[in-house]
């Protein structure tokens, strides 16, 4: 026999949830099993469907319909929506935290957002809060017997903060040089900063390291590009990176008699013939000018808050607006 559990369409942002025990037919066989989204002929929602053997008899709860199903009222009223909270619950004593799902009816206006980060208490935050249909089977979810709302439990034992590294790891299907960020379990006592220049037990160089809160919902780490990778968490930068780029120091003129100097690293082309120099004043067009240029090692870190990537793909980072013209005063002092 088959076993479905429906919701039926209701008013005022209510449905009704019912269990539909019905006869196995041939046509059911391609019929999707477990949590599902599906509509019936009515437009009412199927949420989940299970095969169930027809050797037990059929207690009062259940009601014969005139079509020879049977049915059981679960929930009477159900709001159509809920507010969903992700919540992080932390143990202070291990450094570890539990991550869970409450679901609730929708109340007020309330911060809607997959980046908060609002501390509820008892060691409690709130990192996400969504609204999402009523259109999941109740077998997922646990209600609280004390507030009422739906929980379910996404991650047990996590670690409360991590030790972010910024490492280049050569790729050996592609031969070329990643830039990678890898998240690992926390560990006291490690170099911290934005040039550590070492190497990890696989040979790949680490530029930075950093201790990150563990406190990104399960949504937005998805949205960066997090993967999971043996234990740890892992985003690729950059699939081509350079052994050495070109670094120029260019000044931009700007209105009111200022001008802007940046750093800006580009790619080094093996081909390419590059002028060096300290004392360079190449004129780009539309203010822009180069006045020095070198070639260095790909060995910092470009994830720091001082380097940015431009439109052009390139690295750059601002060194402040400052005149563009000075007065120089030559001054002999104690003569009166």
Do not use: C
């Not at 159900?78 to 202070?92: F, G, K, L, T, V």
């Not at 990192?127 to 999941?136: E, G, H, K, M």
């Not at 090692?297 to 380097?307: E, F, I």
């Not at 601002?318 to 104690?334: A, M």
């Amino acid at each position: 026999m088959l076993k479905k559990r429906y919701q039926f369409k209701g008013e005022d942002g209510v449905v009704q949830r019912k269990l539909i025990l019905r006869f196995r037919l041939p046509q059911d066989r391609k019929s999707q099993t477990g949590a599902v989204i599906e509509q019936d002929l009515n437009g009412n929602k199927v949420v989940s469907r299970k095969i169930v053997s027809n050797n037990k008899p059929v207690d009062s709860t259940w009601v014969q319909l005139n079509n020879g199903q049977l049915e059981k009222i679960v929930s009477q009223e159900e709001p159509e929506a809920y507010i969903e909270e992700e919540i992080i619950i932390i143990n202070p004593k291990t450094g570890k935290q539990e991550r869970k799902l409450v679901r609730r009816p929708y109340e007020n206006d309330e911060e809607i957002g997959d980046q908060l980060n609002e501390s509820i208490g008892n060691n409690q935050k709130v990192v996400a809060r969504r609204i999402v249909q009523n259109d999941s089977s109740l077998n997922e979810w646990k209600k609280n017997q004390k507030t009422g709302q739906l929980e379910k439990i996404i991650v047990q034992n996590e670690p409360a903060k991590y030790i972010e590294e910024e490492v280049l790891v050569m790729n050996e299907e592609t031969g070329k040089m990643e830039r990678k960020l890898i998240r690992k379990q926390y560990q006291p006592g490690l170099n911290v900063g934005n040039n550590i220049q070492e190497n990890d037990s696989y040979g790949n160089k680490i530029l930075a390291r950093r201790i990150v809160e563990n406190t990104s919902s399960t949504q937005q780490v998805e949205k960066e590009g997090w993967k999971s990778n043996q234990g740890n968490y892992e985003k690729t930068l950059s699939i081509h990176e350079p052994t050495k780029f070109i670094e120029e120091e260019v000044i931009i003129m700007r209105q009111g008699g200022k001008q802007e100097r940046k750093i800006i690293r580009r790619p080094l082309d093996e081909d390419e013939n590059i002028e060096e120099g300290e004392q360079l004043l190449e004129d780009l067009g539309e203010g822009y000018y180069v006045v020095s240029r070198k070639i260095v090692d790909n060995d910092l870190s470009l994830t720091s808050t001082k380097w940015k990537k431009n439109n052009d793909g390139n690295y750059e980072q601002s060194l402040g607006v400052e005149p563009s013209q000075y007065i120089t005063e030559e001054v002999l002092i104690g003569q009166q």
